[in-house]
T-cell receptor
Framework: DQQVKQNSPSLSVQEGRISILNCDYT??????FLWYKKYPAEGPTFLIS?????DKNEDGRFTVFLNKSAKHLSLHIVPSQPGDSAVYFC??????????????FGKGTKLSVKP | GAGVSQSPRYKVAKRGQDVALRCDPI?????LFWYQQALGQGPEFLTY????????KSGLPSDRFFAERPEGSVSTLKIQRTQQEDSAVYLC????????????FGSGTRLTVV
């Protein structure tokens, strides 16, 4: 039973447009959410995070939105660039019984940004 | 070093063989994690160390999996009597402090059991 779901395996966007990656979770005990970016043959790289006490966090071209009532978060990339092409993982953590720092990951969404 | 280093990058093992995967975390990082990533899946938690103490090993899939970090820096993940279902990328991550979630991953070891 997946606690973190990324229902879109892939997404294709034109350069300069907005990319929106979505993530849903089921465990209401999660209180911290992260996005990681992964290039082929490399480990995931931390991108941006958000605490459950906030509904938005922005860092340059990247913004994460959290809707706790819907148990949904999204990552917006504006404007999208070809170098953003990668697999994006949503991850969650919190006081659900796991040890501190133990992350639950989604399956990932492969983003392709076309020039 | 500048990042988390894992070796070997690739390992092919015959079924039933024992393997050892090494992780060199960023110097001074207290927390160290091991994750397993099967093809087409997200990383799944295996175990967590704070310095040399293994505080959580709830993700280890069987007693064939064993991890250690005896001096609080380098860690080794050992898999005994490997099975085909053990084929995956094994990722190590470290962070400076406990509770810092944006930790740094290594590039992983791709294990293929034939």
């Amino acid at each position: 039973d997946q606690q973190v779901k990324q229902n879109s395996p892939s997404l294709s966007v034109q350069e300069g447009r907005i990319s929106i990656l979505n993530c849903d979770y089921t465990n209401s005990m999660f209180d911290y959410f992260l996005w990681y970016k992964k290039y082929p043959a490399e480990g995931p790289t931390f991108l941006i995070s958000i605490s459950s006490i906030k509904d938005k966090n922005e860092d340059g071209r990247f913004t994460v939105f959290l809707n706790k009532s819907a148990k949904h978060l999204s990552l917006h990339i504006v404007p999208s660039q070809p170098g953003d092409s990668a697999v994006y993982f949503c991850a969650a953590s919190g006081n659900y019984g796991g040890s501190q720092g133990n992350l639950i990951f989604g399956k990932g969404t492969k983003l392709s940004v076309k020039p | 070093g500048a990042g988390v280093s894992q070796s070997p990058r690739y390992k092919v093992a015959k079924r039933g063989q024992d393997v050892a995967l090494r992780c060199d975390p960023i110097s001074g990082h207290v927390s160290l994690f091991w994750y397993q990533q099967a093809l087409g899946q997200g990383p799944e938690f295996l175990t967590y160390f704070q310095n040399e103490a293994q505080l959580d090993k709830s993700g280890l899939p069987s007693d064939r999996f064993f991890a250690e970090r005896p001096e609080g820096s380098v860690s080794t993940l050992k898999i005994q009597r490997t099975q085909q279902e053990d084929s995956a990328v094994y990722l190590c991550a470290s962070s400076l402090e406990t509770g810092i979630y944006g930790y740094t991953f290594g590039s992983g070891t791709r294990l293929t059991v034939v």
